[in-house]
């Protein structure tokens, strides 16, 4: 199977301010895109993994018998086509509370801004690159962050927020205030 760019369900500029026109293009078009193209050039060579779907090829990646160089493309590429494709689509313009979702961070967290202190604090600890994420593992709510590209689906851990704390994902307009990037996304995030 070849993997195409999802189509971005919003305009470039659509979550200025909180997310400039000119990062949403380089982040989508050139990252995104990246991510794509080695993950298919690594899949020309297992013809064994054309038919299966990627969330099932990386929540198995450990059992599939690749080269340790080869699962790393994968963990790293196959990796960054899912959390990017996951990404774009927790944002928006506009809000659709998800009140059953917030009533299970209110009951797991204690309250919407208890949440949103864990989430912001993991993300500016994660050191270097990678994401941050509200996961359901065996019917419980985690926040956790992840190394580069690795996903949820690694652990066997379902994704329902996360958040990109890649430079690429904010450096031209926050440079490098990674806290200032993490307060402004809650007002792109769809959910609440």
Known sequence: MKYTLPQLPFAYNA???FIDART?????????QAYINNLNALLEK?????????????????????????KNV????????LNHSFFWTIM????????????????????IDEFKALFKQTAITRFGSGWVWLVRA????????????DSPLLQGHHPIIGLDVWEHAYYLKYQNKRDEYIDNWWNVLKFF
């Open 15 to 17: 979550l200025e301010p």
């Open 24 to 32: 949403m293009e380089i982040h989508y078009t050139k990252h995104h």
């Open 46 to 70: 297992y013809s064994k993994l054309a038919d299966r779907k990627l969330e099932e090829i990386m929540s198995s990646l450990d059992s599939l018998g690749l080269a340790e160089k080869d």
């Open 74 to 81: 994968l963990r790293n590429h196959g990796g960054g086509h």
């Open 92 to 111: 928006s313009p506009k809000k659709h509370t998800d009140e059953r979702l917030v009533s299970e961070i209110k009951k797991e967290f204690s309250s």
């Open 138 to 149: 065996k019917n419980k709510l985690q926040v956790y962050s992840t190394p580069n590209q």
